[in-house]
């Protein structure tokens, strides 16, 4: 079963290598979805759940959220393209939500990038 939450933030950011209108200091409403696969957990407080939503929650604000919110992006990544944050972030949050299987990071409301645990990618990030 999956469950998924999402989270949002502001920043900024430059993208160096961009032919056009985003080389210059540019700013998007980030909305961030995160995805856990498992069975249900059959003990403890979070029985009957693949995982506690306060428990994403309290993760992925104190990885993520605190550190990228109201930022300019280039100070964490050198080109924070939405391909190369969603990596910073799997990298922040592997370890910590081991049933973590899915990113996808909304640049915009039309358009996202998706980083999924069997992409090399993914692996690369979390190595």
Not at 2 to 8: E, L, P
Not at 10 to 29: F, Q
Not at 32 to 39: A, C, F, H, I, Q
Not at 83 to 101: F, G, S
Request: glycine share 6%; hydrophobic share 45%.
């Amino acid at each position: 079963m999956q469950i998924r939450k999402s989270f949002t933030f502001e920043a900024a950011h430059v993208l160096p290598n961009h032919p056009g209108k985003c080389s210059r200091l540019h700013g998007h409403s980030y909305r961030l979805d995160v995805t856990l696969e498992g069975p249900l957990q059959a003990h403890g407080p979070a029985a009957g759940m693949v995982e506690d939503f306060e428990v994403v929650s309290r993760v992925v604000k104190a990885a993520v959220i605190a550190e990228l919110d109201h930022r300019s992006l280039n100070e964490l990544i050198e080109n924070p393209t939405a391909e190369n944050i969603v990596q910073w972030v799997w990298r922040r949050l592997a370890a910590e939500l081991p049933l973590l299987t899915e990113l996808t990071l909304w640049e915009t409301r039309k358009a996202c990038v998706v980083l999924g645990k069997g992409d090399p990618l993914a692996r690369a990030s979390a190595g």
